[in-house]
C-alpha cells in the first residue's frame, strides 16, 4: 500500500494545498517584505515590523508596511541600530495604521534597538524566555511578551510608564490573556519554519513542532468549514486545537499548512457566502460549508 492511499481525504487535500502555494499569494502577503532583504539580519528586523502591522485589510497591510520599509532605505536592521526617537517621531509623525501611531513604531524600533544590544539580535532575546522541551510556544511567548514591555520607553514616550491612550501593547499581546496572538505565531512561523520560498527558517533553537497556527478570521472560518476546530472563539485555545488536529497530519511541522489555508481567504476570496467561489476552491470537495450548499 501506497503512504498516499493511508491519508485522509483531508490529509491530501492539504498537502496538495501546501504543495500549489505561489509567488501571487506571497506578493499579496506581509511576509513579502522579508523576501526584498538578503542578510538575515535584515529579515529579522523587516519580520518584527511586518508582523506587528498584520492586521486589518491586507491592502491596508501591505500600504503601511510599504511607507515604514520606504523610510528605512535599504537595510532595516541598520536603520534600527541608529534609531533614535527624537528624529524618528518626527520621521513618522503622520503614520496611523487602525489603532496604532507613529509613538507606537517609533517604541516598536526603539524596543528592538534594546533588544539587539541586549542579546545580539531579535533571536537571541527570544531564547532567555524559551525552553526546548515545552510541547508548544505558549510559555515562550508570555515571557517574550513581558520582556519586550518591559524594556524602558522612557525617550518615545517621555515616561517610564507605557502611556495608556498608547496601543504599543497591542502589538505585544500574550497567550496568558487568552489572546490567539495571530501576528506574534505568524512571526514565529516564518523565523522557525524551514526555508521553503515562502517561511524563512533563520531562527534555530526554536522546533517547528512547538509553533501555534495564527489564529485570523480566514483560519478561524476555514478550519471550522474542515472540522478541525469546533471552537467559537478565536483565541488562545482555539489556535492550540488546530494545531492538534494539524499534527495528526505533519507532527514534526504542523503549521506548514497555514500559509496554504489562509490564502483561500486573504488571495482567493472565500469568505463562505458567495457560492460561486467554492466551484474552483481546491478543497471544495471535503469543504462543510460548501456540503451544505
Known sequence: ???CDLKTPLHVALDQLYAVRSPQQLANDPLSFCH???DPADREIAAVIASAFAYGNVRIILRTLESVFSVMGP???????????????????????RFNDGRDL?????GMRQMVEQSGSIHAFFLRGHKAADSDVSNSLICYTVAVLALDYTD???????????YFP????SPASGSACKRLCMFL????????????????GVSPAQLIIPVDTHICRISRYLGLTNRKSADWRMAQEITTALRAFDPTDPV??????????ISEGCDGKDPTRCLSCKISEICAQNMTK
Open 1 to 3: 500500500m501506497r503512504e
Open 36 to 38: 526584498r532583504y538578503d
Open 75 to 97: 537595510s532595516p536592521r541598520r536603520y534600527m541600530e541608529r534609531f533614535e526617537p527624537v528624529q524618528g517621531l518626527k520621521a513618522f509623525a503622520d503614520f496611523k495604521h
Open 106 to 110: 517609533c517604541a516598536l524600533l526603539w
Open 156 to 166: 518615545v514616550f517621555g515616561t517610564s510608564n507605557i502611556p495608556a491612550d498608547s
Open 170 to 173: 497591542f502589538l505585544f499581546p
Open 189 to 204: 512561523r516564518w523565523m522557525v519554519r524551514p526555508a521553503d520560498g515562502i517561511d524563512l527558517g533563520l531562527w534555530a
Open 256 to 265: 506548514k499548512y497555514d500559509f496554504s489555508l489562509a490564502h483561500l481567504g
